[in-house]
């Protein structure tokens, strides 16, 4: 936790804060801070700035000054086919750690069906995976995002506004065009699920603007795709 992310909530007046919970724990285990320490903290949403430790108990409490603005966010659109529940938390950190404030988890024809089912699609964890991206980045801008069950509609009715005055790639195993490097433009990124998208939804998004692009020989996971890519393209 390189920051402290706080929420409206945690303030009992105008600077200071009252914490408990997980982030009352860090400080404690892994800050181990004491009384009159000095910590990194931003407003979600916010500034940053530092809170210095004014009670470490049952609770901890800190008197904020926040001043400076969070990083630059990356312009990035990611569209995602919805990964395995467990990767699902990998890739929402990540992504937010990276600086991406747009992700949409789409279905495709190789997403099962439970893992739309499954509970950490829920506003609370993806919350809770967002805040801990943050919490590593230094970043206090949670990004949005959306969840849309139908393919088509989304890529054919959605999808094109959605990326209108982007540069839109997928990358795809099988593409003749190379990924491009180091772009100075905003970008829209379509990555498939384990597998791949099949033939007719990579047809859906080319015809929606999206060209397909290939990182390489290698077949890489959702998780390991989207850091090579942004850090190819950023």
Known sequence: MNLILLFPDDFVDAHRVRLSGRRLEH???????????????????????????????????????LSDDPPAPLPLTLVLALPRPKVLHRVIAGATSLGVKRICLLNAWRVEKSYWKSPRLSAANLLLQSTLGLEQARDTVLPTITLHRLFRPFVEDELPALASGSLALVPHPTAASECPRAVDRPVTLVIGPEGGFIDMEIASLTRAGFTPVTLGARILRVETAVGAVVGRLF
Do not use: P
């Not at 004491?34 to 940053?48: E, H, K, Q, R």
């Open 27 to 65: 400080v404690r285990s892994v800050h181990r801070a004491a009384v009159g320490d000095s910590l990194v903290v931003g407003l979600v949403n916010g500034s940053i700035g530092r809170g210095v430790v004014t009670s470490l108990s049952d609770t901890l409490e800190l008197s904020v000054s």
